[in-house]
């Protein structure tokens, strides 16, 4: 009994007093940790591009304006804008016609009932249209040769008075035109011959109308412009008038007569 007690002790390490540590059995021997797989290398960064990338482009929205266009029964004429017409590049022009022979004077009332003036052709190519115009009503509508009326009047430096002067003699200063959207180059090189002749009529007896007055004892002076619709080379070539009588003192002369007006306005759009 006291045997085996003693041989179990024995069996128990026992810790020395010096502290030595006692036996203990070896630990097991460490497994290596596999080694770590190398990293894939670096993709090379793409060459540095010194150029300047171009902003998106810009969306733009455009208003498309519509095209001029002239009101109804007006024929439109495409102008070069400068600084004789107003810098007026669409101009709209008609005739008014009248049953009866009114006043040149009074001609202006026919334009303003359509918003528009009186006004003249700028070249020759407006003539020639305007002139298949009025052509085609005196022939359908009076059967016999027209005037009408156009914007000018004559300027107060060539009254009666003074109408042989040598500044009246200018064919381009005798007249000045009221409407600015017309460069009146052309039309003062368009007169029928003879024209502006400043006829003085005061002594027409009985057909003597009240007429333009440029003087104190009665002597008068063709102020206005009309045009005369005959269909030759000169048809709408400018004819100097009285202002203020219907039928002048030729009464037997229908070409004398006004039937109308030219009138122009803008064009809409324009």
């Known amino acids: 009994m006291h045997v085996a007690i003693l041989a179990l002790v024995l069996l128990i390490p026992i810790c020395s007093s010096s502290g030595a540590p006692p036996y203990c059995e070896p630990e097991p021997p460490c497994i290596p940790e596999p080694p770590c797989e190398p990293e894939p290398p670096c993709e090379p960064e ?3 591009d010194d150029t300047t990338t171009p902003p998106p482009p810009t969306t733009t929205t455009t208003t498309t304006k519509p095209p001029p266009y002239c009101p109804q029964n007006f024929t439109m004429f495409v102008r070069t804008p400068t600084s004789k017409n107003n810098f007026t590049s669409h101009w709209c022009m008609r005739y008014v ?5 009114i006043k040149s004077g009074d ?3 026919l334009c303003e009932q359509y918003g528009a003036v009186l006004t003249i052709y700028e070249s020759f190519d407006e003539r020639k ?12 509508r009076y059967r016999h040769i027209i005037s009408l009326t156009t914007d000018g009047r ?3 430096e060539c009254d009666y008075y003074h109408r042989d002067d040598e500044y009246c003699k200018d ?4 007249f ?3 409407d600015a959207n017309t460069d009146p180059t052309y039309a003062f090189e368009s007169w029928m011959l003879g024209q502006p002749d400043s006829q003085n009529n005061a002594e027409e007896g009985a057909f003597q109308r009240t007429r333009n007055m440029t003087g104190t004892d009665n002597r008068y002076v063709e102020d206005c412009l009309t045009q005369i619709v005959d269909n030759t080379e000169d048809s709408l070539k400018l004819n100097d008038m009285f202002c203020d009588f219907a039928i002048p003192f030729n009464i037997d002369v229908p070409e ?3 039937r109308g007006a030219l009138c122009g306005r803008h064009a809409f759009n324009s």
């Open 46 to 48: 793409p060459p540095c």
């Open 97 to 101: 016609f009248t049953d009866e022979p």
């Open 107 to 109: 001609a202006h009332k």
């Open 129 to 140: 249209v305007l002139n298949d115009i009025a052509v085609d009503v005196a022939k359908n």
């Open 154 to 156: 004559r300027v107060p």
């Open 171 to 174: 064919k381009t200063k005798v």
């Open 176 to 178: 000045k035109m009221q």
């Open 256 to 258: 004398f007569q006004s």
